[in-house]
């Protein structure tokens, strides 16, 4: 009887770890996809600065503190989320080539960073210069900083994602972009 209760400890131990297997693999699917914990998924693979809300990028990029457990960032890098903030998502502010990730989600790849993913909703601005879409008149129309002020459709966004040549800055709330503005090169 020894053998047989041993054995049966073990599959139980097998289940159980199964399951916490199956159940931690969302957690881990792409940084910030909305998911409750990304924070606590990145202090674990060594990211100091993630429990904390600080910048994901190296501090020359031009990262800075914009509130509780956020932070924002220029030239490629990225924040996540504290894990006091009580938010979903990552919040942030990223500058890279934007890239297709799915139908609603789409990826900001900035210049020596790591690659930012982020959700697209109705509400999601899009905001283009030329590459991304026209203006009507068909001038380019930037701001004082070169990006796009033409408004886009979200159908104009996921075509210039696939093409993954288009650089853009992303605003992120709550890990779903609130406006996506392209950076004009002539």
Partial sequence: MPLAT??????RRLAVASL????????????GGGDPAPAASSAAAGDPTAA????G??????????GAGQ?????????????????????????????????DQLTVAPEGGTEQAF???DSTKALGAAALCEAPDGRVHTDGS???TTSCSLAD??????????EVRVTVAHGTATKIAEHYRP
């Fill in 6 to 11: 041993a054995t049966l400890r073990r599959t």
């Fill in 20 to 31: 916490l297997a199956a159940a931690a693999l969302p957690l881990t699917a792409c940084q």
């Fill in 52 to 55: 904390d809300g600080g910048s």
């Fill in 57 to 66: 990028g190296a501090p020359d990029k031009g990262a800075t503190r914009t």
């Fill in 71 to 103: 932070t924002s960032a220029a030239g490629g890098s990225g924040a996540r989320d504290g894990a006091s903030a009580g938010n979903k998502g990552v919040d942030g502010t990223w500058a890279g080539t934007l890239r297709w990730l799915s139908e």
């Fill in 119 to 121: 959700h697209l909703t």
């Fill in 146 to 148: 070169g990006y796009g």
């Fill in 157 to 166: 966004l996921r075509k210039a994602a696939r093409l993954g040549t288009v």
